[in-house]
């Protein structure tokens, strides 16, 4: 097996052909090309200003460490303790939380990079990673931008320019409409020719920004109009491209790579099409199912789009794919991608040491036919959202991290730790989970293994939601298309339903152990006098006692009858299930600490199981209440929430409905920041209308109204930040009725 992030040994290639030669297993295509290239610039990196954050700046600093280049991190105001500040050799706060006044503020960065004896700036992947106007500013300033040339950045970046470089390149390219006229008379009448359904989508669009599908005419307009504010808010250009919609298509991907002296290679492709809001969500490398001849030729095609533009660095073309395995280009991202580590997987690469080889002005490291692809991978974006509420974004601080152990085929690429926050000013991914293994088949498997493994406690995780999905059968078929969530939607987002008697005794055994534990350790007497706790001992027989606690939603009630308590702690109980009782479970469990949470060994009905507990204290001041995360295989998705009941003069004080409203009203589903309001005082709204456009993570979100009413007060003005739970608009109270 090739081992994984190898340092490949560079060779002197200085004599090499302005031919690139692709040999695939005996088949050999040559491809020409005579375009000017760059000069080479032959100036080594010696220190490295990362103008990124997170996981992407770790991973970056990883091999700069390993290659002994010295590394410069920047950071916001709120990323001041990251981990990717605590990894650099040096690091320089460039503003506050807003992207626009720290990590795209071109100048703050080049000063940095020049006060501090940089030779590049490695963009990392979002940010100012395909910015032209940053790209000839580093060259303007005399340094390197790890990266392509600018034109290239440019020509890519505008999806109509790209699409006609494309098809002079003989790249296959999908029918639509790429013009400057961009009236919404103009792009109706476009999209009638080409016909519905039809994909809108941002000319400099990128990460499922910017884009939606009008399946027909009738909901265009409103599709349009949601497309450019989206567009505009992200990539401050609102214009916009008509595509054919294809149904049922599958994103593929070819990571190419370049350097200054005219040579590219493909290092083969990645599957990306299980998707959320358009994004990815899970990636795999090769991609499953297709022909060998659908392979060679995705490699030739992406090859010739890299070669019209003369690329240079790390960059991935992308193609939408049929269920005929006809492939269309769709647009190239010049950059690294997210997801690069699955190419890294199959092909012993380092991709970063590549790009910073080849900025350096080296040839390429390998020809394309020393290029071998080698096993399958996986990796599962592991994100703070909540997948049950429209994978709506999340953030607030990690109280609980624990991941799979890393090795050579498991990768975890992160950049928080626990105690860090997730915040609401970027991206709410948590992690990226890699794994590799010699065929899909066990990759998958050593995937859901892991997934399985992973613990996090504080915002709400697709953790769960990932592990459905890998076990999926149509996913282990890999029967994948960009429309999978949807099409498998009841599967993947089952119905909650309450808990097994045997899951119930389960919940309440670690209830009443953990309870017992925290009593214990804030009140150590009570564990040498039995009367200071206040748990209903006797001498004798215990009393029964009845348990009242919600499971992820739903109340469960469980008769409890201590038999026995050994001298380890363990408890012997008797347990009876549901207010009216049911049949006697025998359960018996024992308590240990272990790394930050509670270890819990529990046998019920002769059945031996282990779990492990995190405590999670509510917040008094918003009446939240007390709760448990468990962590146990022998759960529905892995884990359950067990929220504790709240104490009675919790109870009686707190305000029903929220925020101080006796209904219930339209408050914020996150932090982030008001858009657009639609609504004003004394407007009647019915059910479902849309009150307020919120944007997060860059993200449009629609508050819609709860209920029928009329607006009493509008708490917010367009541009406004608002946290997660505030009441946005306040609906005047129902008349109450009483029934005599």
Same mark, same amino acid.
């Given at each position: ?667 914020? #589903?996150?932090? !982030?920041? /008001? %858009?657009?309001? *639609?609504?004003?005082? @004394?407007?009647? $709204?019915?059910?479902?209308?849309? &009150? +307020? ?12 109204? #709860?209920?029928? !009413?009329? /607006? %009493?007060?509008? *708490?917010?003005?367009? @541009?406004?930040? $608002?946290?997660?739970?505030?009441? &946005? +608009? ?11």
């Amino acid at each position: 097996m090739l081992s994984r992030l190898r340092c490949v040994a560079w060779k002197d290639a200085c004599q090499r052909s302005n031919k690139i030669q692709h040999r695939h297993h005996g088949i050999t295509s040559t491809i020409s090309h005579n375009y000017a290239t760059s000069a080479p610039i032959m100036k080594p990196i010696q220190k490295l200003l990362i103008a990124n954050r997170g996981e992407i700046a770790c991973r970056i600093m990883r091999t700069t460490k390993r290659l002994g280049m010295k590394s410069v991190a920047v950071y916001s105001d709120p990323d001041h303790s990251q981990m990717h500040v605590k990894l650099a050799d040096e690091a320089y706060n460039i503003g506050p939380a807003a992207s626009q006044l720290s990590y795209l503020d071109q100048k703050k960065i080049i000063e940095v990079a020049k006060s501090t004896g940089c030779q590049a700036i490695h963009p990392g992947y979002g940010f100012l990673s395909e910015n032209v106007e940053f790209a000839e500013l580093c060259a303007k300033e005399g340094l390197i931008f790890v990266g392509p040339p600018s034109n290239a950045i440019r020509d890519m970046g505008i999806k109509s320019t790209s699409k006609k470089i494309m098809s002079a390149a003989k790249v296959p390219i999908i029918e639509g409409y790429h013009g400057d006229d961009q009236s919404d008379a103009t792009l109706l009448e476009e999209s009638l020719k080409v016909g519905f359904p039809i994909m809108i989508k941002a000319v400099r669009g990128g990460g499922g920004k910017g884009m939606r599908i009008a399946l027909t005419e009738d909901e265009f307009s409103q599709q349009l109009d949601a497309a450019r504010r989206e567009a505009m808010a992200s990539f401050g250009d609102d214009g916009m491209l008509i595509e054919k919609y294809i149904d049922q298509p599958r994103h593929v991907e070819v990571q190419v790579f370049g350097d200054h002296h005219g040579n590219a290679v493909h290092l083969y492709e990645r599957d990306c099409s299980v998707q959320r809001r358009h994004q990815k969500i899970i990636e795999e490398a090769p991609a499953p199912g297709i022909s060998h001849e659908t392979r060679m030729s995705l490699g030739d095609a992406a090859v010739r789009a890299a070669l019209a533009v003369g690329y240079v660095g790390a960059g991935t073309v992308e193609f939408v794919m049929d269920p005929q395995q006809n492939f269309y280009f769709m647009e190239m991202n010049t950059r690294l991608q997210v997801e690069h580590p699955i190419t890294e997987m199959v092909t012993g690469t380092d991709l970063v040491e590549w790009q910073l080889h080849v900025a350096q002005g080296n040839h390429l490291p390998v020809s394309q036919d020393q290029i071998k692809l080698n096993g399958h991978s996986f990796e599962a974006r592991i994100y703070a959202e909540d997948p049950d509420n429209g994978f709506m974004p999340g953030a607030g601080p990690l109280l609980h991290l624990r991941t799979p152990v890393p090795d050579t085929d498991l990768r975890v690429e992160t950049g928080v730790r626990q105690g860090d926050d997730v915040s609401s000013h970027y991206d709410p991914m948590i992690a990226k989970l890699v794994v590799w293994d010699q065929d899909r088949s066990r990759a998958l498997s050593k995937l859901h293994t892991a997934l399985g493994l992973y613990e996090i406690v504080g915002p709400d995780t697709n953790i769960s939601f990932l592990r459905r999905l890998a076990a999926h059968q149509h996913f282990r078929d890999a029967d994948v298309h960009t429309g999978f969530i949807p099409q498998h939607f009841d599967a993947l987002f089952p119905a909650k339903q309450s808990p097994s008697s045997s899951e119930t005794c389960l919940l309440a055994l670690i209830h009443l152990l953990t309870d017992k534990h925290r009593r214990l350790s804030e009140h150590p007497a009570t564990n040498i006098d039995p009367y200071l706790a206040c748990d209903n001992f006797k001498i004798n027989l215990s009393p029964p006692k009845q348990l009242a606690f919600n499971v992820d939603g739903c109340d469960v009630t469980v008769a409890v009858r201590q038999s026995a308590q050994a001298l380890d702690g363990s408890l012997q109980l008797e347990m009876r299930c549901g207010e009216e009782g049911g049949d006697a479970h025998q359960v018996t469990g024992v308590l240990s600490a272990a790394d930050g949470a509670v270890e819990i060994t529990s046998t019920i009905d002769g059945i031996v199981t282990s779990h492990r507990v995190v405590f999670v204290a509510g917040n008094r001041k918003m009446r939240e209440p007390d709760s448990l995360r468990v962590f146990s295989d022998v759960l529905p998705g892995g884990t359950a929430k067990i929220t504790l009941p709240l104490a009675q003069h919790l109870v009686t004080s707190s305000v029903k409905g929220a925020s101080g409203g006796g209904s219930v009203q339209p408050v914020a #589903p996150m932090t !982030g920041t /008001v %858009e657009k309001i *639609f609504v004003a005082p @004394g407007d009647e $709204v019915k059910e479902g209308e849309a &009150l +307020v456009v919120m944007l997060a993570m860059k993200m449009e979100h629609t508050i819609r109204s #709860p209920r029928d !009413g009329v /607006v %009493e007060s509008v *708490f917010f003005g367009e @541009g406004e930040s $608002v946290e997660r739970n505030v009441l &946005l +608009v306040k609906l005047k109270e129902e008349e109450a009725t009483t029934a005599e």
